[in-house]
């Protein structure tokens, strides 16, 4: 007999659903990879671009926390460059909106073979891009993965959260991030120039982005599909069960198929719900709300910032290899996005963030002084650096990765694609506006830029303890209705009032 955990869900993962989610997540990594795999031969291709547009191109360092003497770059590959970088963004944040569509209208499963097909143009553009002008092939490349990524990043989360038993959900669904780092630190590693980011080798290096997708492509068929894609959607009920038996590796599906057939009740009361019903409805505007200040609060912590800074800030310090020491950071990524994982069904979803939010508050401060007062006291490079390595630690503790999954838990299945959509969205444009924004503003600000982060923290950290509710353990249907009883405060207070008016008539 199969043990079984307190909430009547399996006490372990079965093989399948653990092969399903690797599957899955195959996405994540080729997501990450793309985030991170441009800038390690930043220079090897700038050199190429100017051989490419026959300009004169001068060396530069990486980072200009220095603000060393270098001479400008030619203003043509400067602008090719930031659009290779740029594009990839700009591609997810459009693709990010016909998520839900792409969802409901394949399936979760069919979506994703089908934008394989994206991921792998766009790395054999960026791979053969010393066959043509690169500038060109790279940029559209890029923006091709762009797309592909803006599109996985909001299938992968809600093909995971769909499979995933209620008491696994929120583990499972870290791994997402768990691949977006991994991604992210597998292309810092080979993007060494003793590997693959040198001047002979780096079209491979990009190439090689579509290698995750080729991987997925062969495993896919030897997964189900969502059993609540199957029932809900499509009302195909012996399918789902089928589904629910091999994901589970029991026969005994009876609560989860009365789990769905309650939510699928629920959905039939109301229309199909589109964005702009999020929020113009009553019933959601409180839950997208959240999501969208969750991912928000992801993308405008900082993070991205910390990054930019850290091979400066360890240059600075007299780190001989400053690229090992931005890798290290890369590591504790990982690390601490795998410690989430055992975390995030132990101590909550709330509470992780609350904890990661205010501990890189307190980060944030703390590198602002340190940058403020390198120059005074050699030992504040040493505090920036510790800084670091905290910050990016408490961000994969807690918004790295609950972001990404909690906006599918907020949401039934009704209104979860039009949720996840918008809040991929939501994300991918945060990302870009940080990434075109943050030079200025650092421009402006110099060492107290991380200020405007401390205080962004500040308040995200106090909406989150106000505001964000506690999901673990829960049924995604017990999520939907816990917001709905916090609702009816309103008309309570109305029909409380038609009763005094109706006594005091009586009275008269």
Same mark, same amino acid.
């Given at each position: 007999?199969?043990?079984?955990?307190?909430?009547?869900?399996?006490?372990?993962?079965?093989?399948? =659903?653990?092969?399903?989610?690797?599957?899955?997540?195959?996405?994540?990594?080729?997501?990450?990879?793309?985030?991170?795999?441009?800038?390690?031969?930043?220079?090897?291709?700038?050199?190429?671009?100017?051989?490419?547009?026959?300009?004169?191109?001068?060396?530069?360092?990486?980072?200009?926390?220095?603000?060393?003497?270098?001479?400008?770059?030619?203003?043509?590959?400067?602008?090719?460059?930031?659009?290779?970088?740029?594009?990839?963004?700009?591609?997810?944040?459009?693709?990010?909106?016909?998520?839900?569509?792409?969802?409901?209208?394949?399936?979760?499963?069919?979506?994703?073979?089908?934008?394989?097909?994206?991921?792998?143009?766009?790395?054999?553009?960026?791979?053969?891009?010393?066959?043509?002008?690169?500038?060109?092939?790279?940029?559209?490349?890029?923006?091709?993965?762009?797309?592909?990524?803006?599109?996985?990043?909001?299938?992968?989360?809600?093909?995971?959260?769909?499979?995933?038993?209620?008491?696994?959900?929120?583990?499972?669904?870290?791994?997402?991030?768990?691949?977006?780092?991994?991604?992210?630190?597998?292309?810092?590693?080979?993007?060494?120039?003793?590997?693959?980011?040198?001047?002979?080798?780096?079209?491979?290096?990009?190439?090689?982005?579509?290698?995750?997708?080729?991987?997925?492509?062969?495993?896919?068929?030897?997964?189900?599909?969502?059993?609540?894609?199957?029932?809900?959607?499509?009302?195909?009920?012996?399918?789902?069960?089928?589904?629910?038996?091999?994901?589970?590796?029991?026969?005994?599906?009876?609560?989860?198929?009365?789990?769905?057939?309650?939510?699928?009740?629920?959905?039939?009361?109301?229309?199909?719900?589109?964005?702009?019903?999020?929020?113009?409805?009553?019933?959601?505007?409180?839950?997208?709300?959240?999501?969208?200040?969750?991912?928000?609060?992801?993308?405008?912590?900082?993070?991205?910032?910390?990054?930019?800074?850290?091979?400066?800030?360890?240059?600075?310090?007299?780190?001989?290899?400053?690229?090992?020491?931005?890798?290290?950071?890369?590591?504790?990524?990982?690390?601490?996005?795998?410690?989430?994982?055992?975390?995030?069904?132990?101590?909550?979803?709330?509470? =992780?963030?609350?904890?990661?939010?205010?501990?890189?508050?307190?980060?944030?401060?703390?590198?602002?002084?340190?940058?403020?007062?390198?120059?005074?006291?050699?030992?504040?490079?040493?505090?920036?650096?510790?800084?670091?390595?905290?910050?990016?630690?408490?961000?994969?503790?807690?918004?790295?990765?609950?972001?990404?999954?909690?906006?599918?838990?907020?949401?039934?299945?009704?209104?979860?694609?039009?949720?996840?959509?918008?809040?991929?969205?939501?994300?991918?444009?945060?990302?870009?506006?940080?990434?075109?924004?943050?030079?200025?503003?650092?421009?402006?600000?110099?060492?107290?830029?991380?200020?405007?982060?401390?205080? =962004?923290?500040?308040?995200?950290?106090?909406?989150?303890?106000?505001?964000?509710?506690?999901?673990?353990?829960?049924?995604?249907?017990?999520?939907?209705?816990?917001?709905?009883?916090?609702?009816?405060?309103?008309?309570?207070?109305?029909?409380?009032?038609?009763?005094?008016?109706?006594?005091?008539?009586?009275?008269?």
């Amino acid at each position: 007999m199969e043990k079984r955990s307190q909430d009547g869900g399996p006490q372990k993962p079965s093989g399948l =659903l653990l092969f399903s989610v690797f599957t899955a997540v195959l996405g994540s990594l080729q997501f990450g990879y793309g985030i991170g795999v441009i800038n390690a031969p930043q220079e090897v291709i700038e050199s190429h671009y100017a051989q490419v547009l026959h300009v004169a191109q001068n060396e530069t360092g990486a980072g200009n926390l220095t603000h060393g003497a270098n001479a400008p770059k030619d203003r043509q590959v400067v602008v090719y460059w930031t659009l290779s970088v740029a594009v990839f963004c700009i591609g997810g944040m459009f693709s990010s909106f016909f998520v839900g569509y792409l969802a409901d209208r394949l399936g979760r499963l069919k979506a994703m073979k089908v934008l394989n097909i994206l991921a792998i143009a766009g790395a054999l553009l960026m791979g053969l891009a010393k066959l043509g002008p690169a500038h060109i092939l790279i940029i559209a490349g890029r923006a091709i993965t762009g797309v592909y990524c803006g599109l996985l990043s909001g299938l992968v989360p809600m093909y995971v959260g769909e499979i995933s038993p209620t008491n696994l959900r929120g583990a499972l669904g870290t791994i997402h991030q768990l691949a977006i780092v991994t991604g992210i630190l597998l292309s810092q590693v080979i993007g060494l120039s003793s590997l693959l980011g040198n001047d002979r080798l780096w079209p491979l290096l990009l190439g090689l982005s579509g290698a995750p997708a080729i991987l997925q492509s062969l495993l896919l068929p030897f997964c189900p599909e969502s059993p609540r894609y199957l029932y809900i959607k499509l009302g195909r009920e012996e399918a789902a069960k089928k589904a629910l038996c091999r994901l589970l590796g029991s026969s005994d599906t009876e609560k989860q198929m009365a789990e769905m057939k309650k939510e699928k009740e629920e959905i039939e009361k109301v229309p199909k719900v589109s964005i702009s019903q999020l929020f113009c409805s009553p019933s959601y505007r409180q839950p997208i709300t959240v999501a969208l200040m969750l991912h928000i609060s992801q993308q405008f912590s900082g993070i991205n910032a910390i990054f930019y800074y850290s091979t400066a800030i360890f240059t600075q310090a007299g780190i001989s290899y400053p690229s090992y020491a931005t890798i290290g950071v890369g590591v504790v990524n990982t690390i601490f996005t795998v410690v989430s994982v055992f975390l995030v069904e132990h101590v909550g979803r709330r509470s =992780l963030f609350i904890v990661g939010l205010a501990g890189m508050c307190v980060c944030a401060i703390l590198m602002t002084c340190g940058l403020a007062l390198q120059y005074t006291y050699t030992w504040m490079s040493y505090l920036s650096m510790s800084a670091i390595f905290i910050f990016v630690a408490f961000f994969e503790i807690g918004p790295g990765p609950i972001a990404w999954f909690i906006a599918a838990e907020l949401f039934s299945q009704g209104p979860r694609p039009a949720a996840v959509t918008i809040a991929g969205f939501c994300n991918w444009t945060c990302n870009f506006l940080v990434g075109m924004c943050f030079p200025y503003i650092e421009e402006l600000c110099g060492p107290y830029v991380f200020v405007i982060f401390a205080c =962004l923290l500040l308040g995200f950290t106090l909406f989150t303890y106000f505001r964000v509710p506690e999901t673990k353990g829960k049924t995604f249907e017990q999520i939907a209705e816990g917001f709905r009883r916090k609702k009816p405060s309103s008309r309570q207070l109305k029909a409380s009032a038609t009763e005094l008016e109706h006594l005091g008539s009586t009275e008269a």
